[in-house]
């Protein structure tokens, strides 16, 4: 399997945004939240861009032996990289304090939800680790890549008097509702390349430059995602709004100011 860049799809979204940021384009009308790079079948990842003016539902996800005892293949974990936040701009990610799931869920149905759900302030740089049972929001006036296991599972829990389907039974189910650990949230620096996840479903790095050390012991199929400048991988070049989908690269070259992301499936 060689590298190839794959196709992008313009998702429209009632908290998305009317003109997307450079490097995007866009002569919608509509509000356009997201910009998914469609995968092809035998990729376990999704990489998407998303970008909000709104607050999105409160959500949870599944891991993969909860998604397969609802029929489903399997679950869902993610993670974000903020690229953009206007002042003030919030995720949600945990509950202030431990929640049991008929707390939970009553709280979904009240709307006291909005006040258990943990915010923490964002700005661009930042990174978040979402495992799954993990309550959370996306907040609006974000910018952000999400990388996560190629799944479409999500149990919706309170959606702000938008009419779309709630989840309650099974999301109050699979949610492990309880305050964010400290170790799901990072800084990350410019100009240094880091590992920023590890796990059984997900590996994501950050690249800067050539310094590929952080990605040097992976042997398996990689997602690259650039942020700035271009990246040649075994002769495909791809840059900012692109990416690429391939077996262990051979040669991954990029210039100095080269920012990108590379996810792999992870140890599983």
Request: charged share 20%; hydrophobic share 40%; proline share 8%.
């Amino acid at each position: 399997m060689t590298f190839a860049k794959l196709p992008t799809i313009a998702v429209e979204k009632p908290w998305g945004v009317v003109g997307l940021p450079e490097p995007f384009t866009s002569s919608s009308p509509e509000r356009i939240g997201e910009i998914w790079f469609d995968p092809p079948a035998d990729c376990p990842l999704l990489a998407k861009y998303l970008f909000t003016s709104e607050r999105l539902s409160i959500q949870v996800h599944p891991d993969d032996t909860e998604a397969r005892a609802r029929g489903e293949p399997s679950g869902k974990e993610e993670c974000w990289y903020i690229l953009d936040a206007e002042p003030g701009a919030k995720l949600g990610l945990g509950t202030v304090r431990a929640l049991g799931a008929a707390e939970l869920r009553a709280a979904a149905l009240s709307g006291a939800i909005e006040e258990l759900i943990e915010w923490h302030p964002v700005e661009p740089g930042m990174f978040f680790h979402v495992p799954p049972g993990t309550v959370h929001a996306i907040g609006g006036g974000i910018s952000l890549v999400e990388i996560q296991q190629k799944s479409d599972v999500t149990y919706r829990l309170y959606d702000y008097g938008r009419p779309r389907e709630l989840h309650l039974e099974d999301g109050a189910a699979v949610a492990r509702a309880a305050p964010m650990p400290a170790s799901l949230q990072r800084m990350i620096s410019p100009n240094q390349s880091v590992r920023l996840l590890a796990g059984a479903r997900l590996s994501v790095a950050y690249i800067a430059g050539n310094d590929l050390g952080p990605i040097a012991s992976e042997n398996g199929p990689l997602l690259i995602v650039p942020l700035k400048g271009s990246v040649d991988v075994d002769g495909v070049s791809v840059g900012a709004s692109e990416c690429l989908w391939g077996a262990r690269a051979a040669s991954i070259a990029a210039g100095g100011d080269a920012r990108f992301l590379v996810a792999g499936q992870g140890g599983a």
